[in-house]
């Protein structure tokens, strides 16, 4: 399964997250991919894609961050995914 993982932090807590992103990497859980990670320039927030079929991994790793950061994870799917669900609620607005 694909997950958003989007986050932010304040300033008060800025140094302590580079800190620990500069030590760590910030490295997931062993077996959660990520798939990328992108930060906004000139925001203190960012968002990743991550992959994976145990769903806590993805709370373990927002749990390890969440002293320092605010963290919201949305369920995603891919167009290929989610094209034939939209055809079929487009069929049953139309029947």
């Given at each position: 399964?694909?997950?958003?993982?989007?986050?932010?932090?304040?300033?008060?807590?800025?140094?302590?997250?580079?800190?620990?992103?500069?030590?760590?990497?910030?490295?997931?859980?062993?077996?959660?991919?990520?798939?990328?990670?992108?930060?906004?320039?000139?925001?203190?927030?960012?968002?990743?894609?991550?992959?994976?079929?145990?769903?806590?991994?993805?709370?373990?790793?927002?749990?390890?961050?969440?002293?320092?950061?605010?963290?919201?994870?949305?369920?995603?799917?891919t167009d290929?995914?989610?094209g034939p669900?939209?055809?079929?609620?487009?069929?049953?607005?139309?029947?």
């Open positions: 399964m694909l997950f958003i993982i989007h986050w932010s932090f304040t300033p008060q807590t800025r140094n302590a997250a580079i800190a620990r992103f500069l030590k760590t990497g910030g490295a997931p859980p062993a077996n959660l991919k990520v798939l990328g990670r992108w930060h906004a320039v000139g925001h203190q927030q960012g968002f990743g894609v991550v992959e994976t079929d145990d769903l806590a991994l993805v709370q373990k790793w927002v749990l390890d961050w969440s002293d320092l950061m605010t963290m919201e994870v949305f369920a995603a799917m290929t995914d989610i669900l939209l055809g079929a609620t487009l069929s049953q607005t139309n029947a």
